[in-house]
């Protein structure tokens, strides 16, 4: 599991709750994991108006008293990560996200500052990319990325907005569940099955499920797992040889 006690990442499932506004369900959680920090760097790149998505995310993030920089808007994108005290990736589409994270040269630089301590915040694709590979992403890859490796801050691969079958569907297709585990017929690494609201919180070598609706742990050969909020996933997540 993870050994490096200087990396610190809050991932969310999602960076808006049905009925409630952007990063409401999350703000808690968000003021207590930056603290003191001043200000954001904030990546757009899963979006296309990025914009307004930068627009929207500022307003957001002052309201708790950050300030924050876009990186698509950096003239030297490098020196922008270099500078940050923390950043944030948002949502969107993953496979853009990491396009774009490939065609700037930047994720060796994010993982480097990440293990070096700096604060790392995703949200949906933004957790995805925080994985080993964004192979467990549920988007549609409308781009074509270099490669499908990611930051790999993280040891397990994540799933976001994880849905449990509904045994009233009439839907024909493959359930979330049943794609997982096509994925660990594939793989070893583990999956974290995000709810919608649930987060995982990494810091001090624990990983720490937190938010009220919980996750599911899929692992190669075994039977998922329910875990609930400020549950240690530490063992869970090794994969055992």
């Given at each position: 599991m993870e050994t490096n006690n200087a990396k610190r990442l809050l991932l969310l499932s999602t960076s808006k709750l049905y009925g409630r506004e952007y990063m409401d369900h999350a703000e808690t959680e968000t003021r207590d994991f930056l603290g003191t920090i001043r200000a954001v760097l904030f990546v757009p790149f899963a979006i296309a108006d990025r914009d307004g998505y930068a627009a929207k995310t500022r307003e957001r993030f002052a309201a708790m008293g950050y300030g924050v920089e876009s990186l698509h808007q950096a003239t030297d994108k490098r020196q922008a990560v270099n500078e940050a005290e923390a950043i944030f990736i948002g949502g969107g589409n993953t496979?853009?996200?990491?396009?774009?994270l490939y065609d700037f040269e930047l994720l060796p630089l994010i993982r480097a500052r990440v293990e070096?301590?700096?604060?790392?915040?995703?949200?949906?694709?933004?957790?995805?990319?925080?994985?080993?590979?964004?192979?467990?992403?549920?988007?549609?890859?409308?781009?074509?990325?270099?490669?499908?490796?990611?930051?790999?801050?993280?040891?397990?691969?994540?799933?976001?907005?994880?849905?449990?079958?509904?045994?009233?569907?009439?839907?024909?297709?493959?359930?979330?569940?049943?794609?997982?585990?096509q994925f660990l017929e594939e793989n070893e690494?583990?999956?974290?099955?995000?709810?919608?609201?649930?987060?995982?919180?990494?810091e001090?070598?624990?990983?720490?499920?937190?938010?009220s609706s919980g996750?599911?742990?899929?692992?190669?050969?075994?039977?998922?797992?329910?875990?609930?909020?400020?549950?240690?996933?530490?063992?869970?997540?090794?994969?055992?040889?």
């Amino acid at each position: 599991m993870e050994t490096n006690n200087a990396k610190r990442l809050l991932l969310l499932s999602t960076s808006k709750l049905y009925g409630r506004e952007y990063m409401d369900h999350a703000e808690t959680e968000t003021r207590d994991f930056l603290g003191t920090i001043r200000a954001v760097l904030f990546v757009p790149f899963a979006i296309a108006d990025r914009d307004g998505y930068a627009a929207k995310t500022r307003e957001r993030f002052a309201a708790m008293g950050y300030g924050v920089e876009s990186l698509h808007q950096a003239t030297d994108k490098r020196q922008a990560v270099n500078e940050a005290e923390a950043i944030f990736i948002g949502g969107g589409n993953t496979f853009r996200l990491l396009k774009t994270l490939y065609d700037f040269e930047l994720l060796p630089l994010i993982r480097a500052r990440v293990e070096n301590g700096m604060p790392y915040l995703g949200a949906s694709a933004g957790s995805n990319v925080a994985g080993p590979t964004i192979r467990t992403t549920n988007d549609m890859p409308i781009v074509e990325p270099r490669s499908f490796n990611a930051l790999g801050l993280v040891s397990f691969q994540i799933n976001p907005h994880y849905l449990d079958p509904d045994p009233a569907s009439t839907h024909m297709g493959e359930t979330r569940e049943e794609r997982l585990l096509q994925f660990l017929e594939e793989n070893e690494t583990p999956v974290v099955g995000l709810r919608e609201g649930a987060m995982l919180r990494v810091e001090s070598g624990r990983t720490i499920l937190k938010g009220s609706s919980g996750a599911r742990i899929f692992r190669k050969g075994q039977a998922p797992v329910e875990v609930s909020a400020d549950s240690d996933l530490k063992e869970l997540l090794t994969i055992v040889k």
